[in-house]
């Protein structure tokens, strides 16, 4: 993506992108960031010995339908397969769809019974409780009020602790936003409503775009006296690859040139700080 604002200038951009910026290029933030997210060690996820050798003699045997059945009971599979869900679970299409059946065999027979059996073992993903874990070290890190207290509160900084469809009812009902799910934030500093939406963007592609354009929408649709911030972490504050070119990826360039307040968790505090 063409860049149209000099990022070595730091005057052209919004001032909390420049520190977010700075802070990732200055300090250690992937350790740092540990405390926001607490991505736990990756371990496999070992097979009873009975079923994996099962499974190594029905793959080195070419007995497809006891290798299928076997790996229809584990809750893991070798690889992402678009159809192999439905096979698995929706009645009748195990036993109705037999070209399907023989084309996973095709890929599954192409790697060795021993490489089926590492990848069914290997590490799971660690990015799926990414939302949990930022709300998690809100609680930790800021005052939490009830609902009824959030309202009353005219001095300090509090975050309202309620549940989702209480949280949406109430940005909606009552601060006239217009969401379709709770902010992952929503704080209250002396008067003032701040809403936020936070994202952990850990490299450029796929999803990540998306989720970049869902931030700064969020920011762009101001409704009222309701301020909002976007909250993104990770691959958006990175500005020269390991080769040293500048990164020029849409995800860190929309991040980086955003006219609206987006920054890293860890600035989140001093952020709200400023409206006490």
Known sequence: ????????????????????????QNTPYLDNILEVYQFEVARPVRLDPAI?????????????????????????????????YLLKNINGCLENNPAQIQRIADTLYSMTAEETVVRLESAPKL??????????????????????????STEGLFVLDASEEEAKNFINDTLGQALTKRPDLV???????????????????????????????????????????GIIDGFPWSIYNIKGRLINNKEAVLVQESEYDIISAFLLEEYLNQFL
Not at 10 to 21: A, F, G
Not at 58 to 65: F, L, N
Not at 144 to 149: A, C, E, S, T
């Open 52 to 84: 994996r050798r099962r499974i190594i003699m029905a793959h080195q045997g070419r007995r497809t339908t006891e290798l299928i059945e076997i790996l229809k009971n584990i809750t893991k599979f070798p690889y992402e397969d678009p159809i192999w």
């Open 127 to 152: 990015n799926t409780q990414i939302g949990p874990m930022f709300n998690a070290w809100i609680k930790r890190t800021f005052n939490l009020l009830n609902i009824d207290k959030f309202q009353e």
């Open 187 to 229: 704080a209250k500093v002396n008067r003032q409503y701040i809403i936020g939406e936070a994202k952990w963007i850990g490299q450029p592609g796929g999803n990540q775009e998306k989720q970049v354009q869902e931030v700064l929408q969020f920011c762009q649709n101001q409704r009222n006296n309701i301020i909002r911030v």
């Open 1 to 24: 993506m063409e860049r149209t604002l000099d990022i070595i200038n730091p005057d052209e951009l919004n001032e909390w992108v420049r520190r977010s910026l700075e802070l990732f």
